[in-house]
C-alpha cells in the first residue's frame, strides 16, 4: 500500500473580478507555498526551516 500526504487549500471571500481577481488570486498563493514548503521538509526530513520566523522576523 502507497502512503502519502494530500493537502487540500481552499481560499474564499474573493469580490473581485477579471484581472484584479487574477492579482489578488497570485499574491493569494505565496503565502501558501512557503508554508507547504516548510511542511515538506519537516515532514520528509525532520527539517525545520523557519520560513514564518524568516518571513515575519520579531521586532
Same mark, same amino acid.
Given at each position: 500500500?502507497?502512503?502519502?500526504t $494530500?493537502?487540500? *487549500? ?9 484581472? @484584479? $481577481? $487574477?492579482?489578488? *488570486?497570485? @499574491?493569494?498563493?505565496?503565502?501558501? %507555498? %512557503?508554508? =507547504? @514548503?516548510?511542511?515538506?521538509?519537516? =515532514?520528509?526530513?525532520? *527539517?525545520? $526551516?523557519?520560513? *514564518?520566523? @524568516? ?5
Amino acid at each position: 500500500m502507497e502512503k502519502g500526504t $494530500l493537502v487540500i *487549500i481552499k481560499s474564499y471571500g474573493f469580490y473581485q473580478e477579471g484581472e @484584479d $481577481l $487574477l492579482k489578488v *488570486i497570485n @499574491d493569494n498563493t505565496g503565502g501558501f %507555498t %512557503t508554508v =507547504l @514548503d516548510g511542511c515538506k521538509a519537516y =515532514l520528509e526530513h525532520g *527539517i525545520n $526551516l523557519r520560513l *514564518i520566523e @524568516d518571513k515575519f522576523p520579531s521586532k
